[in-house]
C-alpha cells in the first residue's frame, strides 16, 4: 500500500545550476552541483533537467551509483520520437516520466526502456515565488515525488541498500500500461495512489 512521504526532519540541498544567468545549466555546472552533493553525503539527488549524453556527466553519474547514491532524473518534454535523453538515460539512474490526473503519460513525455517509475507530472500545483501555488506540467515536476518516496527508503549513500530502496518501491507502484516494466510508465506510478485517494476524499465533502 502506497502512503503519502513525510519528510519531517530531513535536510535539503539545493545546487543552482543556472544562477539567474540566460547561460545557465551548462554541463560543467551540473557537474559541480553533483559533485558537491556527492560530497555532501546526499543518498537521493533529484536532476530535473535533461541534454545530450556527456562523457564527463557520465562519469559522475557512474561514481555516484557505484559509492550507492541514487540519481533520480526527468525523462525530458521533447516528444516520444525523440532520442533519450540525459542524465536519465545512463544506466544506474532512476529515470522518471510523467501522467496526468487519469493516469495517462503526457503526450510529451519521453520514452524508452531506460523509464524506471511514472509519478504526477501534470494537474498538479507547486509552490512559487514570492507566494502560492502555480499549476505546474512535465516530467521535471514528476521526479521530485520519486526522489522524495526514495528519501524515506535510503538513509545514507549505499549500493546495496540503494538497489533495495529502487526494488521496493517498484513493488509499491501502480502498474499501467502493459503488466509489468514498459518503455512508457516503467514499473508503475508512484504517488498515484496517495492522489487519487485524495481526490477521491475531497468529492465526498
Request: hydrophobic fraction near 45%; glycine fraction near 10%; aromatic fraction near 4%.
Amino acid at each position: 500500500n502506497e502512503a503519502a512521504p513525510a519528510l519531517s526532519d530531513v535536510n535539503l540541498y539545493a545546487a543552482d545550476v543556472y544562477c539567474g544567468a540566460p547561460t545557465g545549466g551548462a554541463t560543467d555546472a551540473v557537474i559541480q552541483g553533483l559533485a558537491w552533493l556527492i560530497q555532501e553525503n546526499v543518498p537521493v539527488i533529484n536532476v530535473s533537467l535533461v541534454g545530450p549524453p556527456n562523457v564527463l556527466l557520465q562519469r559522475v553519474v557512474e561514481m555516484a551509483s557505484a559509492r550507492g547514491h541514487l540519481i533520480v532524473a526527468a525523462v525530458g518534454n521533447d516528444e516520444p520520437s525523440a532520442p533519450p535523453l540525459y542524465p536519465a538515460a545512463y544506466p544506474g539512474v532512476v529515470a522518471v516520466t510523467a501522467v496526468d490526473r487519469t493516469d495517462k503519460v503526457l503526450i510529451e513525455a519521453g520514452r524508452g526502456r531506460f523509464i524506471a517509475f511514472a509519478a504526477p507530472g501534470a494537474d498538479i500545483e507547486a509552490a512559487s515565488l514570492p507566494s502560492g501555488y502555480s499549476p505546474v506540467r512535465g516530467t521535471s515536476f514528476a521526479a521530485p515525488i520519486v526522489a522524495s518516496r526514495l528519501t524515506l527508503l535510503l538513509e545514507r549513500p549505499d549500493p546495496i541498500a540503494a538497489g533495495r530502496a529502487v526494488n521496493e518501491l517498484a513493488t509499491a507502484a501502480v502498474d499501467l500500461g502493459r503488466p509489468g516494466r514498459d518503455s512508457v510508465y516503467g514499473n508503475g506510478c508512484v504517488g498515484c495512489a496517495t492522489r487519487n485517494a485524495a481526490a477521491g476524499a475531497a468529492r465526498t465533502h
